[in-house]
C-alpha cells in the first residue's frame, strides 16, 4: 500500500476519478484534489488560489509519489511547481500519459 497524490490540472476531472477508482482499487491511499475548478466553474481568488497550492505541497509530503495527469502530455505551471517539488523530495513521480491506466476504469461511459 502506497500514499499517492494526483497532481495536474483542474479541467482533467475526468481522468482525476479515472486515475483515483485505478490506483485505489490497486489497495493505494489516493489523495486528490478538493474540487475542480476549473471544471465545474469555481472562481477563486488568488488567496485562495495560493492556499490550495500550498495544500497540495502538504499532501505530496504525506504521500510516497504522485501520480501527474497530464493529458495530452499538458503540464501547467501548478503541476510543473509540483512536479518539481516532488523531484526534490524524493518522491516517485508516474505519468498518466504513460497509459497505465486500462479503459475500464473510465469514470464515464463513452
Do not use: W
Not at 3 to 27: D, R, W
Request: net charge negative; proline share 1%; with cysteine.
Amino acid at each position: 500500500m502506497r500514499i499517492i497524490t494526483l497532481c495536474g490540472s483542474t479541467k482533467f476531472k475526468h481522468q482525476f476519478e479515472q486515475a483515483n477508482a485505478y490506483l485505489t482499487l490497486q489497495g493505494n491511499i489516493v489523495i486528490s484534489l478538493a474540487f475542480f475548478e476549473q471544471n465545474e466553474g469555481f472562481e477563486i481568488t488568488q488567496e485562495q488560489a495560493e492556499l490550495l497550492g500550498n495544500l497540495h505541497f502538504r499532501k505530496i509530503d504525506i504521500s510516497d509519489e504522485i501520480f501527474v495527469i497530464d493529458v495530452d502530455g499538458y503540464i501547467g505551471n501548478s503541476t510543473s511547481k509540483e512536479i518539481e517539488y516532488a523531484e526534490k523530495k524524493g518522491k516517485v513521480i508516474r505519468y498518466y500519459s504513460s497509459g497505465e491506466i486500462p479503459s475500464q476504469y473510465s469514470a464515464r461511459k463513452e
